[in-house]
């Protein structure tokens, strides 16, 4: 079992940079794949962005493909969601998750969430 804590979120103008870190304060992130959900007000929780367990493989929606970049670090026991350019329309609560399949997308596919993270794009 892990918990997972996100961080990183805030306030940045459209074209700005943020960078979202998902640590665990208990348990290993090692053994799971992890993704990376958002959810805007009145909308479903969306797919953004996925990895493997060894970090070799990662996976994005196309609206964020060449603008973010999801990484892990394994020693630190976290993963990033590194986010340029960002729009508007990427406002949301962010949330980090942890599975046991890789490049899956569905949130039912994912079995241990953080709490989200506020990002805000104003424009």
């Known amino acids: 079992q892990v918990q997972l804590v996100e961080s990183g979120g805030g306030l940045v103008q459209v074209g700005g940079s943020l960078r979202l870190s998902c640590g665990a304060s208990?348990?290993?992130?090692?053994?799971?794949?992890m993704g990376w959900f958002r959810q805007a007000p009145g909308k479903e929780r969306e797919f953004v962005a996925a990895i493997s367990w060894s970090g070799g493989i990662a996976y994005y929606t196309d609206s964020v493909k060449g603008r973010f970049t999801i990484s892990r670090d394994n020693a630190k026991n976290t993963v990033y969601l590194q986010m340029n350019s960002l729009k508007p329309e990427d406002t949301a609560v962010y949330y980090c998750?942890?599975?046991?399949?890789?490049?899956?997308?569905?949130?039912?596919?994912?079995?241990?969430w953080g709490q989200g993270t506020q990002v805000t794009v104003s424009s």
């Open positions: 208990r348990g290993t992130l090692s053994s799971y794949a």
């Open positions: 998750a942890a599975g046991s399949y890789s490049g899956v997308t569905g949130p039912d596919e994912y079995d241990y």
